[in-house]
């Protein structure tokens, strides 16, 4: 009798998912793009390390062909969210140093221990049970010191962190690294980053010749250039643009492409999608694709009579080259598009658009959502037929 396979491990997908003439919508992920990008920010840190956030399954991308692209292009460092996703760093990249920025949830240091990886202690809570694990293992276990300066998420205030320097609970762990975590590193005029970069500064005084980490992706571009000896990116690696209102100095990394259903023509006065929000002004030629909010395309990007009354932004994508707005609202499965303006030999039966690529990049697709580019991202979809370009799985 044969034996059945083994479960597959969880970056396997990619064998699963549709072959690309049955995919619904196909994304395209650019390693080469992705090591570029950290590359880049690589260089302008320098002399800091810069590191990378692979958190949310590398903000959407995959942790497994991330984590491998990021660390042939010389990265050594990564941050995740939670213990899960360490985990799953630690088995791709054995000598990595890799950070839990979620806090250290009670119970759980034999699992840390296990894969070596080093919690953010953002309380005394924190920093008793893990004293208690690196006691239990007799030697002094690494791990990063998560001081609250202004996002009142998690973290020891200011004081409290300063305080602990001279505190006996701290014995028995060792700081590898003081981090803390900018409000609104992308408003560079905004006063509350000169605050938070003070507040670090006073708790940095208090512990000499530890390394410390403040900028995210925009606090790398901030003129105070708070980098000092780690910096994080995270969503700029994946292309998204870390200097709003500036040209976006990243290259794209992904591209998604949905494939047309059918085509059909309409009456003026007749109404596309549910609750018949859109009522077509004049004739009008419709093209439908097989993606919706169940591949993460965000329903909130719906087109509507009101949102076009009142000149609100809704969902485009590119077809043959041509901006296309979108008709009605997004389904779960589908999104109609309003495709008058393109030459009718121009789009047919089974081909594919463009929702994300091109002049069409995350950061609008956002706005035009009504939400932002981070949240494009880790919506991705696991309908997708997903291919990998520019690096090896």
């Given at each position: 009798?044969?034996?059945?396979?083994?479960?597959?491990s969880?970056?396997?997908?990619?064998?699963?998912?549709?072959?690309?003439?049955?995919?619904?919508?196909?994304?395209?992920?650019?390693?080469?793009?992705?090591a570029?990008?950290?590359?880049?920010?690589r260089?302008?840190?320098?002399?800091?390390?810069?590191?990378?956030?692979?958190?949310?399954d590398?903000y959407?991308?995959g942790?497994?062909p991330?984590?491998r692209?990021?660390?042939?292009a010389?990265?050594r460092?990564?941050?995740?969210?939670?213990?899960?996703?360490?985990?799953?760093?630690?088995?791709?990249?054995p000598?990595?140093v890799i950070?839990?920025?979620?806090?250290?949830?009670p119970?759980?240091?034999?699992?840390?221990?296990?894969?070596?990886?080093?919690?953010?202690?953002?309380?005394?809570?924190?920093?008793?049970?893990?004293a208690?694990?690196?006691r239990?293992?007799?030697?002094?276990?690494?791990?990063?010191?998560?001081?609250?300066?202004?996002?009142?998420r998690?973290?020891?205030?200011?004081?409290?962190?300063a305080?602990?320097?001279?505190?006996?609970l701290?014995?028995d762990?060792?700081?590898?690294l003081v981090?803390?975590?900018?409000?609104?590193s992308e408003?560079p005029?905004?006063?509350?980053?000169?605050r938070?970069v003070?507040?670090f500064?006073?708790?940095?005084?208090v512990?000499?010749g530890?390394?410390?980490s403040?900028?995210?992706?925009s606090?790398i571009?901030?003129?105070?250039?708070?980098?000092?000896?780690?910096?994080?990116?995270?969503?700029?690696?994946?292309?998204?643009?870390?200097?709003?209102?500036?040209?976006?100095?990243?290259?794209?990394?992904v591209?998604?492409?949905?494939?047309v259903?059918?085509i059909?023509?309409?009456?003026e006065?007749?109404?596309?999608?549910?609750?018949?929000q859109?009522?077509?002004?004049?004739e009008?030629?419709?093209?439908?694709?097989?993606?919706?909010?169940?591949?993460?395309?965000?329903?909130?990007?719906?087109?509507?009579d009101?949102?076009?009354?009142?000149?609100?932004?809704?969902?485009e994508?590119?077809?043959?080259?041509?901006?296309?707005p979108?008709?009605?609202?997004?389904s779960m499965?589908?999104?109609?598009?309003?495709?008058?303006?393109v030459?009718?030999?121009?789009?047919c039966?089974?081909?594919l658009?463009?929702?994300?690529?091109g002049?069409l990049?995350?950061?609008?697709?956002?706005?035009?959502?009504?939400t932002i580019?981070?949240?494009?991202?880790?919506?991705?979809?696991?309908?997708?037929?997903?291919t990998?370009v520019g690096?090896s799985?």
């Amino acid at each position: 009798m044969t034996a059945p396979p083994s479960p597959a491990s969880p970056w396997e997908w990619t064998e699963t998912c549709p072959p690309p003439c049955e995919a619904g919508g196909l994304l395209t992920i650019d390693l080469a793009a992705l090591a570029a990008n950290w590359r880049l920010l690589r260089d302008r840190v320098s002399p800091a390390e810069c590191a990378a956030v692979v958190k949310a399954d590398a903000y959407g991308i995959g942790i497994e062909p991330a984590v491998r692209a990021l660390a042939a292009a010389g990265c050594r460092t990564f941050f995740v969210a939670q213990l899960s996703e360490g985990a799953r760093v630690r088995a791709v990249c054995p000598q990595a140093v890799i950070y839990v920025l979620n806090s250290f949830p009670p119970g759980t240091g034999d699992t840390y221990v296990r894969h070596g990886l080093r919690p953010a202690l953002g309380s005394r809570e924190d920093i008793e049970e893990w004293a208690a694990v690196s006691r239990a293992v007799g030697r002094r276990l690494p791990a990063m010191l998560h001081v609250d300066t202004g996002m009142n998420r998690l973290g020891l205030p200011p004081a409290e962190a300063a305080a602990l320097a001279g505190d006996a609970l701290v014995q028995d762990v060792e700081f590898a690294l003081v981090a803390s975590h900018f409000v609104s590193s992308e408003e560079p005029e905004n006063p509350i980053n000169a605050r938070q970069v003070a507040a670090f500064e006073a708790v940095r005084a208090v512990f000499p010749g530890i390394p410390a980490s403040l900028a995210n992706s925009s606090g790398i571009f901030l003129p105070q250039r708070p980098h000092y000896q780690l910096v994080r990116p995270g969503y700029a690696l994946y292309g998204g643009n870390p200097t709003p209102g500036r040209p976006n100095p990243m290259s794209p990394v992904v591209r998604l492409e949905g494939r047309v259903l059918q085509i059909r023509t309409v009456r003026e006065g007749e109404t596309v999608g549910y609750n018949a929000q859109w009522t077509a002004p004049g004739e009008r030629r419709l093209a439908t694709i097989s993606v919706g909010y169940a591949d993460g395309y965000p329903r909130a990007a719906s087109a509507t009579d009101a949102k076009r009354a009142g000149g609100a932004a809704f969902g485009e994508a590119i077809v043959a080259g041509r901006r296309c707005p979108f008709a009605g609202r997004v389904s779960m499965d589908l999104i109609v598009l309003d495709v008058s303006q393109v030459p009718a030999a121009d789009v047919c039966r089974g081909d594919l658009v463009t929702l994300i690529g091109g002049d069409l990049d995350l950061d609008e697709v956002g706005r035009r959502a009504g939400t932002i580019g981070y949240e494009i991202l880790t919506s991705l979809g696991r309908r997708y037929r997903r291919t990998y370009v520019g690096g090896s799985l």
